[in-house]
């Protein structure tokens, strides 16, 4: 959670960093492909136990959520207000459907407070967990408190803390399009990593990709390295779908029928991202990402020492925990809610 914010506006021929982006349609899934295939040739080339493999099938689920880029240690409050605004927007099935801003992010968007580079979504999650001294200055340790401060401010969204973590459980949630706040140690490209959650960041899962096992016997002349070069959408084929775990495989099955819809290999899974530090999406092995999260244990001792070092009834610091069993094996789960559930 970087502590420095961000001072560069617009440049020439690019939009302000602060403003929402979302790409169109054909350029997100052409991106998506292109991280599916990456991804597949990756994890094939580190997987290539026999010599003589059927020729993989990548599977893929995702969701356009726009990116926001962080100013500050914002990155939780950031990657809720993406997955609000997709949600939100999700929700109405028309311009005439669509709510009105509230006005409370009115009152954000014209506060004379609010740095011109941070938008007015984050600045009014920011109000608000300042409000309930749950951040100085938008870091977020607390899932717990991330999850309050998602329903405080959207009737329309609906927050919970999902814990403790499996694989199954969070491709549940993707399955059911409903999006993810995960925490991780993230390294200095934003790959997760093992640093005891002294680099704690929060990013939003949007959708997942792996492999989808096939019944059809190996060809002789189809190694190890195959990889079909299009990967499948999935999207309308797991709707509705629940999720069995047998063999280290996921069996996807439809409400409606007996056998799996999809059946993917549990070890290929990757989460698809986004996060503050980059307009681009990502995509990560989810057992490294559950691995970063499952091993942060403590903030980062400098950050607490200059926390407790502030710690005065002047002086705003940093709302840090001793320990960060409020983030480890946790994430927060978004849900869209219908208006007649409002």
């Known amino acids: 959670m970087t502590t420095t914010p961000g001072t560069k506006g617009s440049t020439a021929g690019h939009p302000p960093r602060h403003v929402e982006w979302q790409p169109h349609a054909s350029e997100f899934d052409s991106e998506t492909r292109r991280l599916v295939v990456r991804a597949a040739s990756d994890w094939q080339a580190e997987h290539h136990q026999l010599e003589q493999q059927p020729q993989q099938q990548w599977s893929y689920l995702n969701r356009n959520v726009p990116s926001r880029v962080q100013h500050g240690p914002m990155c939780g409050m950031v990657a809720l207000g993406m997955g609000t605004s997709y949600l939100t927007s999700s929700a109405s099935t028309s311009a005439h459907d669509k ?28 109000t608000l967990a ?17 999850a309050e401060l998602a ?7 609906q927050a ?4 403790p973590l499996t694989l199954s459980a969070i491709l549940q949630e993707l399955v059911a399009g409903n999006l993810v706040l995960f925490p991780y140690d993230a390294d200095r490209n934003h790959t997760p990593c093992l640093r005891s959650g002294h680099k704690a960041h929060w990013a939003i899962l949007t959708g997942f990709a792996g492999v989808q096992v096939s019944p059809t016997a190996a060809s002789p002349d189809q190694t ?26 996921l069996h996807f099955v439809s409400s409606n029928a007996d056998s799996a819809q999809l059946v993917m290999e549990a070890e290929s ?50 709302v840090v925990p001793a320990n960060l069993e409020t983030l ?5 789960v978004l849900r869209a809610v219908a208006r007649s559930e409002s």
Not at 99 to 122: E, I, Y
Not at 231 to 244: F, M, Y
Not at 328 to 332: A, K
Request: net charge negative; hydrophobic share 40%; aromatic share 8%.
């Open 99 to 126: 709510a009105p801003d509230s006005p409370s992010l009115l009152l954000a968007a014209a506060d004379p407070a609010r740095p011109p580079q941070v938008d007015a979504d984050s600045w009014r999650i920011l």
């Open 130 to 146: 300042k409000q309930h001294k749950y951040s100085a200055y938008g870091e977020m340790f607390y899932a717990e408190w991330l």
């Open 328 to 332: 480890r094996d946790r994430v927060v």
């Open 224 to 249: 190890s390295h195959d990889v079909k070069d299009e990967p499948i959408c999935a999207d309308e084929l797991l709707k509705g779908c629940t999720i069995r775990v047998l063999d280290n495989q």
């Open 160 to 163: 919970k803390v999902l814990t």
């Open 151 to 157: 329903s405080m401010q959207h009737g329309s969204v």
């Open 269 to 318: 899974v990757h989460f698809f991202l986004r996060q503050g530090k980059s307009r681009h999406q990502a995509l990560y092995p989810a057992a490294a990402m559950l691995k970063s999260n499952w091993n942060m244990v403590e903030p980062d001792p400098d950050r607490a020492s200059f926390a407790n070092g502030l710690a005065s009834a002047d002086v705003a610091s940093y």
